[in-house]
């Protein structure tokens, strides 16, 4: 019997996707649920398992094809014998091939490589052998290949060599470290995550009328708590005691108290919504991602840092689903995970407003007339003035900041 893979049902507004990777070739014996090809949207990677077991006996559709729902990408045969193909299909193996090749040198035991990871090493003459894959499985990506290469870029390479580089190089192809002078380039394609970034990002800059509101919160009563409690916490609920859900928690109190900040707009009119779906901006190795945890003003401190851990370490997997980034009525960005001191966030439509976390460093700040040192945290609160007015959006950045330098408030609900 014949078995078509077939897309998945993509989420809707969501038309198409991007044919990531094989991870059999034409003529493997696959097995039910094994994962036969990832799909890249704007948001997830998506798992295509095979439907029972058999032989993949035909590859429709190349890596790096664009796709949409229901698309034929391959065909097997649960009664065929291992090796055996239907004339014309085309073998695209994920892992590497059964003996070396002499483009890249690669033996049979090399790690498996994404398509363009792979174009990349024979392109540049990389063995990837000596590449270390940082992908899902221990894949060796596009980027470990470039850390590769860069590792290694120290060694001078003449004009006339470097030259021969680039015009050897397929059109293309990236190029990588191509030392002309000391002007060297890099060209990388965006993914389908990126591209859908910096669609919604210019789309939120050119139709919200964004301006942003500082302050500045005393981190120490939120410390002390912490330091008091974490490895209890972490003994009693398995997780650890971070800060985002404190600041979840605090963004929900503002919430409540200005609704029009948890607002969005719909045509001429604005919804008000009655729940709190608050987004935590998370990095994640195809780039950034804001999964949702919903209902965060039903939820305990323990809940959310559970939420957020598991977001994050599905993130660094590629295994967030799509209706876990999918809504949202407020979102957190904190960039003080990498350092950064103050920012203005940009807002992720259609939410009307967004908090941005920064480092908590000590500073000198006066209290009662005497300078004393506190670890200080700046807090900046872009929002959306064609619905927000400037009385509501720092109103609701004071109840944020009063609520953090008084957390007793988040667990009294005052």
Same mark, same amino acid.
């Given at each position: 019997m014949l078995i078509e893979i077939k897309v998945p049902q993509l989420a809707e507004g969501t038309p198409e996707g991007t044919l990531a990777a094989w991870h059999a070739k034409a003529g493997d014996a696959v097995k039910r649920d094994q994962n036969l090809c990832d799909i890249e949207t704007d948001k997830v990677v998506l798992e295509t398992p095979a439907q029972g077991d058999g032989v993949l006996v035909e590859i429709k559709v190349q890596s790096g094809a664009t796709v949409t729902s229901g698309v034929v990408l391959g065909v097997i045969d649960t009664e065929a014998k291992t090796g055996a193909a239907t004339v014309g299909a085309t073998p695209v193996a994920h892992a590497p091939p059964a003996a070396p090749t002499s483009a890249t040198g690669v033996a049979p035991t090399a790690p498996a490589a994404l398509p363009a990871a792979r174009k990349m090493m024979a392109d540049q003459g990389v063995d990837a052998a000596a590449v270390q894959g940082t992908g899902r499985g221990d894949r060796i990506t596009k980027g470990d290949v470039i850390a590769s290469i860069e590792a290694k870029s120290a060694a001078p390479v003449g004009a006339a060599q470097a030259a021969k580089a680039v015009a050897s190089a397929p059109i293309s192809a990236p190029l990588v470290n191509v030392p002309l002078g000391n002007r060297p380039e890099q060209r990388v394609a965006m993914t389908r995550l990126r591209m859908r970034v910096a669609e919604r990002l210019v789309q939120s800059q050119s139709t919200a009328a964004i301006l942003t509101t500082f302050n500045e919160v *005393?981190?120490?009563?939120?410390?002390?708590?912490?330091?008091? $409690?974490? @490895?209890?916490?972490?003994?009693?609920? #398995?997780?650890? %005691? #971070?800060?985002?859900?404190?600041?979840?928690?605090?963004?929900?109190?503002? %919430?409540?108290?200005?609704?029009?900040?948890?607002? +969005?707009?719909?045509?001429?009119?604005?919804? !008000?919504?009655? !729940? !709190? @779906?608050?987004g935590i901006a998370v990095g994640s190795p195809r780039g950034l991602v804001v999964p949702i945890i919903r209902d965060c003003d039903q939820m305990s401190i323990a809940d959310i840092e559970k939420q957020i851990a598991d977001f994050g370490k599905r993130a660094g997997e590629g295994k967030l689903g799509i209706e876990e980034l999918t809504g949202g009525t407020f979102?957190?960005? *904190?960039? #003080?995970?990498?350092?950064?001191? %103050?920012?203005?966030?940009?807002? *992720?439509?259609?939410? +009307?407003?967004?908090?941005g976390v920064h480092a908590t460093k000590d500073r000198a700040v006066v209290e009662g007339g005497q300078?004393?040192?506190?670890?200080?945290? $700046? %807090?900046?609160?872009?929002? @959306?003035?064609?619905?927000?007015?400037?009385?509501e959006a720092v109103l609701a950045l004071v109840a944020m900041k009063e609520a953090l330098e008084d957390p007793a408030r988040l667990l009294l609900d005052l």
């Open positions: *005393n981190m120490k009563p939120i410390i002390d708590l912490r330091t008091t $409690y974490k @490895d209890k916490f972490e003994k009693v609920h #398995g997780v650890k %005691l #971070g800060f985002m859900s404190f600041f979840v928690k605090a963004a929900v109190h503002a %919430l409540k108290m200005y609704p029009v900040v948890n607002a +969005s707009i719909d045509g001429t009119d604005i919804v !008000y919504h009655g !729940y !709190y @779906d608050i979102t957190i960005s *904190n960039g #003080g995970t990498f350092g950064s001191m %103050l920012s203005t966030p940009i807002i *992720n439509p259609p939410q +009307s407003a967004i908090l300078i004393v040192i506190r670890p200080m945290n $700046y %807090l900046a609160m872009s929002y @959306d003035h064609r619905i927000i007015d400037g009385r």
